[in-house]
T-cell receptor, first 112, second 116 residues
Framework: QKEVEQNSGPLSVPEGAIASLNCTYSDRGSQSFFWYRQYSGKSPELIMFIYSNGDKEDGRFTAQLNKASQYVSLLIRDSQPSDSATYLCAVNIQTGANNLFFGTGTRLTVIP | GAVVSQHPSWVICKSGTSVKIECRSLDFQATTMFWYRQFPKQSLMLMATSNEGSKATYEQGVEKDKFLINHASLTLSTLTVTSAHPEDSSFYIC???WGRGTDTQYFGPGTRLTVL
């Protein structure tokens, strides 16, 4: 079983809609969860991180964490064509270490 | 803040030669730096983790004698691909973390290596 799993997509949403990206992880002891965005040919850029159960909002982005279900998601409101990218979920599985385990990413396309 | 640079951004070299890639944290001290490799349409693959002043920890399957990592200071880590071959052609990305209770990694822009 992979440590971090994401649906590879592609996920297509119309402009202005809400895009929902999902991620599950295997280690119940995981503490830190990150969402990165990667444009084609570029390196990942941090969107946001979340440590506690519940929702965390930053502009049009909302991260949702449910540790009981081992599930973390990213919602993008009012999706724009510029949001079209691959979204990587990353989880710190090892307590006390700072290695991140990355999912394979979900390709999002926002259709104008 | 938390800016990481890499140099060069792209490099083309002949098979058998060595290539050095630099990763610098510009506005913070990075206690830990990471080196990743990414092939087209694939996810990031962690190659090694390095802490300043210590030997790098390599992931399984990564040859430490082929991919030499030096983390001589809190702001600089280098990756040297020795005796490069066409199969080493890839996108190499470093990231840095300042530790101190945070495990957030900030990525450099990446180096695209093409070995002819």
């Amino acid at each position: 079983q992979k440590e971090v799993e994401q649906n590879s997509g592609p996920l297509s949403v119309p402009e202005g809609a809400i895009a929902s990206l999902n991620c599950t992880y295997s280690d119940r002891g995981s503490q830190s969860f990150f969402w990165y965005r990667q444009y084609s040919g570029k390196s990942p850029e941090l969107i946001m991180f979340i440590y506690s159960n519940g929702d965390k909002e930053d502009g049009r982005f909302t991260a949702q964490l449910n540790k009981a279900s081992q599930y973390v998601s990213l919602l993008i409101r009012d999706s724009q064509p510029s949001d079209s990218a691959t979204y990587l979920c990353a989880v710190n599985i090892q307590t006390g270490a700072n290695n991140l385990f990355f999912g394979t990413g979900t390709r999002l396309t926002v259709i104008p | 803040g938390a800016v990481v640079s890499q140099h060069p951004s792209w490099v083309i070299c002949k098979s058998g030669t060595s290539v050095k890639i630099e990763c610098r944290s510009l506005d913070f001290q990075a206690t830990t730096m990471f080196w990743y490799r990414q092939f087209p349409k694939q996810s990031l693959m962690l190659m090694a983790t390095s802490n300043e002043g210590s030997k790098a920890t390599y992931e399984q399957g990564v040859e430490k004698d082929k991919f030499l990592i030096n983390h001589a200071s809190l702001t600089l880590s280098t990756l040297t691909v020795t005796s490069a071959h066409p199969e080493d052609s890839s996108f190499y990305i470093c990231s840095a973390s300042w530790g101190r209770g945070t495990d957030t990694q900030y990525f450099g822009p990446g180096t695209r290596l093409t070995v002819l």
